[in-house]
């Protein structure tokens, strides 16, 4: 078998599409996650049109969208719902074969899975650390099992095992925000017509997306203090506060997501690494280089870590030679990505001058915001991929 084993540690986004790409090529992965039930938590997720263009080339694409919701606009707004800006979603899809997909995280976890056979993803299995001697791989669990294999994809997120076994000096960067999440239970036509638009106020904004006919995903983030956690059961009370000076459909939004469905994460990113394996290790997604959410790309760039990875294991080379290749071809997009999203943040919660970056942006025409767009959603085919690797 062409590298032999694969142990793929994570069965999250990023996880689980490498299982499929792998497994298409005949390659033999197994998939070890932590959680007992694959059950994505975070509410829903933009899949932007560079991770749906992938999820088509490996046959994914039209199941993750019959259970997601197509966007047709996505507008940045301020408080009072004025349009500051926005993206023609048709436009987009007719250039790119696809739009953004908002869809159900956990939907969305059952999708890939379900392109995988059962037997190769092994739920219940806590990573605890990882051993490479005389070219095999062991993982090693936290219920006394371990796994043996040729090679390990450290796919198990920003908090990684893996990246702390090869690389524990690895520095995790708080972008000074803190973000609630949560699904409310309402009809899209008491939405005002809003389809998704993020809504910039003063150190704050909030986000609303329909993902599906009764479905809205929602996050709010605010500038905060690292680490900060709402009394039990208070949080609904604290966000309605805090965004009372937005207009509606807001605290329509608010009102009706169940309380103990909110949860809070503070936004961080990773700092770069100089290099993502070491030896027959490899990490990939936020496990390699997490980034804040601010441009809806962190969980397309795993996909297209799973992409690139299809396209690469096709090659009959050393494996350790092969993932520095797949270094050398990802890194400046990622990395680029990680520090627009991470400036971008920054500039939506600005406090001063919020009216003038307000007038910019609503003064540079879609064509413009369109392009800046187009690097981010091409994505290379194989051909491209392999031509551009060497060996
Ligand atoms: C507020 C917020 C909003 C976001 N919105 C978007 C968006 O709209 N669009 C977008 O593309 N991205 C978005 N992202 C980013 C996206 O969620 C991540 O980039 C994406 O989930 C990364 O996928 P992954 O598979 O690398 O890691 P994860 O999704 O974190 O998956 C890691 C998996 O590994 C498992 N695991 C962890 N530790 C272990 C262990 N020790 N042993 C075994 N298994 C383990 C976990 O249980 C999990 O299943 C957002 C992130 C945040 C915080």
Same mark, same amino acid.
Request: some cysteine; aromatic content about 8%; proline content about 3%.
């Given at each position: 078998?062409?590298?032999?084993? /694969?142990?793929?540690?994570?069965?999250?986004i990023?996880?689980l599409t490498?299982?499929i790409g792998?497994?298409q090529?005949?390659?033999?992965?197994?998939?070890?996650?932590?959680?007992?039930?694959?059950?994505?938590?975070?509410?829903?997720i933009?899949l932007a049109p560079n991770a749906m263009s992938i999820l088509g080339r490996l046959g994914v694409a039209n199941d993750v969208m019959e259970q997601g919701f197509q966007l047709?606009?996505?507008?940045?707004?301020?408080?009072?719902?004025?349009?500051?800006?926005?993206? @023609?979603q =048709?436009?987009?899809r007719?250039?790119y074969g696809f739009g953004i997909t908002a869809i159900h995280?956990?939907r969305l976890v059952r999708v890939l899975a379900k392109h995988i056979?059962?037997?190769?993803?092994?739920? &219940?299995?806590?990573?605890?650390?990882?051993?490479?001697?005389? @070219?095999?791989?062991?993982?090693?669990?936290?219920?006394?099992?371990?796994?043996? &294999?040729?090679?390990?994809?450290?796919?198990?997120?920003?908090?990684?095992?893996?990246?702390?076994?090869?690389?524990?000096?690895?520095?995790?960067?708080?972008? *000074?925000?803190?973000?609630?999440?949560?699904?409310?239970?309402?009809?899209?036509?008491?939405?005002?017509?809003?389809?998704?638009?993020?809504?910039?106020?003063? /150190?704050?904004?909030? *986000?609303?997306?329909?993902i599906s006919?009764?479905?809205?995903?929602?996050?709010?983030?605010?500038?905060?203090?690292? &680490?900060?956690?709402?009394?039990?059961?208070? #949080?609904?009370?604290?966000?309605?506060?805090?965004?009372?000076?937005?207009?509606?459909?807001?605290?329509?939004?608010?009102?009706?997501?169940?309380?103990?469905?909110?949860?809070?994460?503070?936004?961080?990113?990773?700092?770069?690494?100089?290099?993502?394996?070491? *030896?027959?290790?490899?990490?990939?997604?936020?496990?390699?280089?997490?980034? =804040?959410?601010?441009?809806?790309?962190?969980?397309?760039?795993?996909i297209?870590?799973a992409w690139?990875?299809?396209?690469?294991?096709?090659?009959?080379?050393?494996?350790?030679?092969?993932?520095?290749?797949?270094?050398?071809?990802?890194?400046?997009?990622?990395?680029?990505?990680?520090?627009?999203?991470?400036?971008?943040?920054?500039?939506?919660?600005?406090?001063?001058?919020?009216?003038?970056?307000? #007038?910019?942006?609503?003064? #540079?025409?879609?064509?413009?915001?369109?392009?800046?767009?187009?690097?981010?959603?091409?994505?290379?085919?194989?051909?491209?991929?392999?031509?551009?690797?060497? *060996?």
């Open positions: 078998m062409k590298h032999g084993k /694969g142990i793929i540690i994570g069965g999250g990023g996880g490498t299982a792998l497994l090529l005949g390659l033999d992965v197994e998939v070890y996650e932590a959680a007992p039930e694959l059950r994505e938590v975070g509410a829903g933009w047709s606009k996505m507008n940045l707004r301020n408080a009072r719902m004025g349009i500051i800006t926005g993206t @023609d =048709t436009y987009i007719e250039k995280r956990a056979p059962e037997h190769r993803i092994h739920l &219940g299995k806590r990573l605890l650390r990882v051993e490479e001697k005389n @070219d095999k791989v062991t993982a090693f669990f936290e219920d006394g099992s371990s796994a043996i &294999g040729d090679y390990v994809i450290g796919a198990d997120g920003i908090k990684s095992k893996v990246r702390n076994s090869i690389f524990p000096d690895a520095s995790i960067r708080y972008s *000074g925000q803190t973000c609630w999440r949560g699904i409310a239970q309402v009809n899209g036509h008491a939405l005002n017509g809003i389809e998704a638009s993020e809504i910039w106020g003063k /150190g704050k904004r909030f *986000g609303i997306s329909r006919e009764e479905e809205v995903y929602w996050f709010a983030c605010r500038d905060a203090k690292r &680490g900060g956690q709402d009394e039990h059961g208070r #949080t609904k009370g604290i966000l309605m506060d805090m965004f009372k000076d937005f207009s509606e459909p807001v605290m329509t939004v608010l009102r009706n997501t169940s309380v103990d469905k909110m949860i809070r994460n503070d936004l961080d990113d990773l700092l770069p690494l100089s290099t993502w394996s070491k *030896g027959r290790l490899l990490l990939i997604g936020d496990a390699a280089h997490a980034t =804040t959410p601010n441009l809806g790309q962190g969980g397309g760039q795993a297209e870590d690139y990875l299809h396209c690469l294991m096709e090659k009959e080379m050393p494996l350790t030679e092969l993932f520095n290749q797949f270094y050398k071809l990802r890194f400046k997009r990622v990395n680029d990505i990680v520090k627009r999203s991470f400036m971008m943040g920054k500039i939506a919660h600005m406090k001063v001058g919020k009216r003038i970056r307000n #007038t910019i942006f609503s003064m #540079t025409p879609e064509s413009v915001i369109n392009k800046q767009f187009m690097d981010m959603y091409q994505v290379p085919e194989k051909e491209i991929i392999l031509s551009q690797s060497i *060996g």
